[in-house]
């Protein structure tokens, strides 16, 4: 089982910055992909922005150009947020997709417990 715990979360000024993190234990043979979602009240969860293993990413249309997903050499990924804007606000969650052990025979879906975003003066 892997597990994800987020922390970075806060309130900011629009035009701000903050940078959330993301970090996995428990049985983590492979990590093929890392997201990052958010949950506005009253909306669907989105994609923000995904990395694979391979180093591709992948931002939702909001957030490009202001957003940046990386990683570390170990487990942790990052989400560093600039100009942020009130519609920015949200619950924030990470998602890994791997491999448990060799002997896996399907990904695990791991989510975080997710972190609130809010950006207002």
């Known amino acids: 089982q892997v597990q994800l715990a987020e922390s970075g979360g806060g309130l900011v000024q629009p035009g701000g910055s903050l940078t959330l993190s993301c970090a996995a234990s428990g049985n983590v043979f492979s990590i093929n992909y890392m997201g990052w979602f958010r949950q506005a009240s009253g909306l669907q969860r989105e994609l923000v922005a995904a990395l694979s293993s391979g180093g591709s990413t992948s931002y939702g249309d909001s957030v490009k150009g202001r957003f940046t997903i990386s990683r570390d050499n170990g487990n942790t990924v990052y989400l560093q947020m600039s100009s942020l804007k009130p519609e920015d606000t949200a619950v924030y969650y990470c998602?890994?997709?791997?491999?448990?052990?060799?002997?896996?025979?399907?990904?695990?879906?791991?989510w975080g417990q997710g972190t609130q975003v809010t950006v207002s003066s």
């Open positions: 998602n890994y997709k791997g491999y448990s052990s060799l002997r896996s025979s399907s990904l695990y879906d791991s």
